[in-house]
């Protein structure tokens, strides 16, 4: 395959091939000699590819085809909501009047940059109900840290012996880590034959040492927690709080509120429901939204407005403490603040109702072949088995990689685990008609394949800069240097 004897870009070097030109600078104080300590200053050249402009720029176009991204094709990564990301998003975000800005600025000269975090954060109140939100956590896992803490914080004050956090057997890695990390123990609450919380299972874990409760809400089988009333209720009863992981918002937002279900805190992850890109790593942006009795802890600085001037408001004498370097990752909260703006209130409705109609049609459509345990109630996204199939000789993991033979990113496998050989399927709301019929034929032809061809699924993926890994060797060896002599 050409695509894999691309050559690296170190080692296309050559001395003296220059692929640029410094502009000169007018301020004679920049030679770095009169600036810099003469110990920090390096005592060799850095070890720098020297390469023209044609090709670093055909060096990155290849990079950027050798992964897979939701610009090449379907990306249909159950709960990570690999939606479109509208171009217009970065062209706002990079607009020069807002990469120019310098974090230290004055309140005074920034305040259309506050205005903008200020919009947002109304916007986000008004479709969740909640009173207030922080929008400096950079990702959905650090806005759970911060609302453990800011739970810490509640029963502190008031004097509150707690130790335990309730999560449901589905709930997402993250939730768990970020209990302990808050200085709680996580307690695990079981399903019914429904997908759901288990009430009666629930309530035999109530006790004076509950400090609350951190559930996925539609849950991570992509279904509708129902009673969700009662077990706020039940988790009231014992003065603790209502945690919602919102990641899964895309199901919900615009049609249905957190805080009128009783949530006292949420995060939201504006990299999975508002199109802010992700994927790689970050970054990312997990604004916590919170009711009105806790409001008083959130992260400082939180913005003020008085008489349509904007300020940052330091005065939060209960607050948790700040927790990001500045406010977070701005330049992700103006592209959130972008795409919430061109969709308005009726866009963001149709949009959920879209993300919801596209996860039915592809369920419905390969669901004689794929067995979907939960089927009952489907949101945005579906949990389908594998079981079968595997039966036959197949795993899912086989499914999985065949399906970067097509084109395609493969679905979450593996996740939840209360589904053998699960395949977590999220199409969003961007992907027309035809992308979900063909995927759904790929899946079709994959199970065919079962029968007539399993050596190419066991192969799979070959078509791929990287063929089929010793997943047990990579994991062990893991080398992810790269040696190079300039
Ligand atoms: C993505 C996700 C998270 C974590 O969010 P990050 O922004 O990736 O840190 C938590 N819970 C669920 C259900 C998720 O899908």
Request: aromatic share 8%; glycine share 6%; net charge negative.
């Amino acid at each position: 395959m050409k695509l894999t004897e691309t050559p690296i870009i170190f080692t296309q070097s050559k001395k003296n091939v220059c692929g640029f030109q410094l502009p000169s600078t007018c301020i004679p104080e920049l030679n770095p000699e009169s600036i810099i300590d003469q110990s920090m200053l390096r005592n060799k050249p850095a070890r720098l590819p020297e390469i023209s402009e044609p090709e670093v720029v055909r060096h990155f176009t290849n990079l950027s085809v050798k992964n897979h991204h939701v610009d090449k094709d379907f990306y249909p990564l159950g709960s990570c909501t690999m939606k479109y990301n509208p171009k217009i998003n970065d062209k706002l975000a990079s607009h020069s009047k807002i990469i120019s800005l310098h974090p230290d600025e004055k309140d005074s000269n920034i305040q259309g940059a506050l205005k903008i975090m200020y919009e947002l954060e109304i916007f986000l109140s008004k479709m969740t109900g909640m009173n207030r939100f922080t929008l400096q956590p950079t990702a959905g896992s650090q806005g759970e840290f911060v609302g453990l803490l800011m739970m810490q914080k509640y029963h502190r004050k008031k004097g509150n012996n707690k130790k335990y956090i309730i999560i449901p057997e589905t709930a997402h890695g993250t939730n768990p880590a970020s209990v302990v990390l808050g200085g709680y123990k996580t307690l695990q609450v079981q399903s019914n034959d429904n997908g759901r919380v288990d009430i009666e299972h629930l309530k035999s874990l109530m006790s004076d040492q509950i400090a609350g409760m951190m559930l996925t809400q539609p849950n991570t089988l992509g279904l509708f927690e129902d009673e969700i009333e009662e077990i706020t209720k039940i988790i009231h009863q014992y003065d603790g709080l209502m945690y919602m992981d919102g990641a899964n918002l895309n199901a919900l937002i615009g049609l249905v509120k957190p805080e009128k279900m009783g949530f006292d805190i949420l995060h939201i992850n504006l990299h999975k429901t508002f199109s802010t890109p992700h994927g790689g790593g970050g970054p990312g942006a997990g604004p916590i939204g919170v009711v009105e009795n806790l409001v008083e802890f959130l992260p400082i600085p939180m913005i003020k407005k008085v008489d349509d001037r904007y300020s940052w408001d330091f005065d939060y004498p209960n607050s948790i403490g700040q927790i990001h370097t500045f406010y977070g990752n701005y330049g992700i909260l103006v592209r959130a603040w972008a795409y919430i703006r061109t969709l308005g209130e009726e866009g963001v409705k149709q949009m959920t109702r879209q993300a919801i109609i596209n996860a039915n049609y592809l369920k419905k459509k390969i669901e004689d072949v794929y067995e979907v345990p939960f089927s009952e109630g489907t949101l945005h996204e579906f949990v389908a088995s594998g079981k079968a199939q595997k039966k036959r000789g197949i795993k899912v993991l086989d499914i999985a990689k065949s399906l970067l033979d097509y084109g395609y990113h493969a679905p979450t496998i593996y996740f939840p685990i209360n589904i053998p050989e699960a395949m977590m399927i999220e199409p969003t709301e961007s992907e027309t008609k035809e992308t979900l019929d063909a995927f759904a034929q790929a899946l079709i032809e994959i199970d065919k394949k079962i029968t007539e061809n399993p050596q190419e699924l066991l192969d799979a993926p070959i078509t791929t800069p990287v063929k089929r890994l010793n997943e047990t060797k990579a994991n062990r060896e893991l080398n992810l240097k790269f040696d190079y002599e300039i």
